[in-house]
């Protein structure tokens, strides 16, 4: 059997289609939704090359056609799940008369997005403490979190213009202290799996970051 990236291969003398007649681009987003899936399950060690096309149907031909290497696969990885991160720390759509029940509103609505799929939040703290172990992904975690910040604090501004309040502290110190919420209210909850103690902690949240601003 001869096979390379072009758009055909030979098998007993017999041409067929090859992996190239499916786009790069497709078979590359579906390597990495496969690889999202075996970490979710069963952690960055043992999402080996072998584990992530079993888990995508494909043939190890099909994902040496798309990637280099399980390492360039992991990175594009990392950067899908930042990117996707629209909603990971607060929803633009805006609920709630005051700060304080706006903030909890949003805390409460990315605790649904976190129980509709713990999986996904489990796997997002896997590839950052991987980017972390990794000096040259280390800047993938700082991406990663520069994006939270960048959410919160257009979040957070957009929530203080409808409450008619001011934020004592630059906006970007005040989205750090929301991430760190978001981020504790995360790990308990995917340990002790306690819905009650992750209301109670976004009620804290909230009722503690109203505090950091005043009325105009």
């Known amino acids: 059997m001869r096979l390379g990236r072009s758009s055909h291969f030979v098998v007993d003398g017999v041409e067929r289609s090859s992996v190239a007649r499916i786009p790069a681009s497709e078979r590359r987003a579906a390597l990495v939704q ?65 700060l304080r029940e706006m903030l909890e509103a949003g805390l409460l609505r990315y605790f649904d997005h976190l129980r509709a799929d713990p999986e996904h939040e489990q796997a ?25 910040a960048e959410l919160g604090a257009r979040s957070l501004e957009a929530a203080a213009e409808r409450a008619g309040v001011v934020w004592r502290t630059p906006v970007e110190q005040v989205a750090r202290v929301l991430i760190a919420f978001t981020d504790g209210l995360t790990l308990t909850w995917l340990v002790a799996r306690d819905d009650d103690d992750a209301r109670a902690v976004a009620h804290a949240a909230a009722d503690a970051l109203s505090r950091m601003a005043d009325p105009r």
């Open 34 to 98: 496969a690889a999202l899936r075996v970490v979710s399950r069963r952690g960055i060690a043992q999402a080996t090359t072998r584990a992530i096309v079993a888990e995508a149907g494909m043939s190890l031909a099909s994902f040496h056609y798309a990637f280099d290497s399980r390492d360039e696969l992991i990175d594009e990885l990392i950067t899908t799940v930042v990117a996707r991160e629209q909603e990971a720390v607060l929803p633009e759509h805006l609920e709630g008369h005051d």
């Open 124 to 148: 997002m703290l896997e590839l950052t403490q991987y980017a972390l172990r990794s000096p040259e992904r280390h800047p993938l975690a700082l991406a990663q979190y520069a994006r939270y």
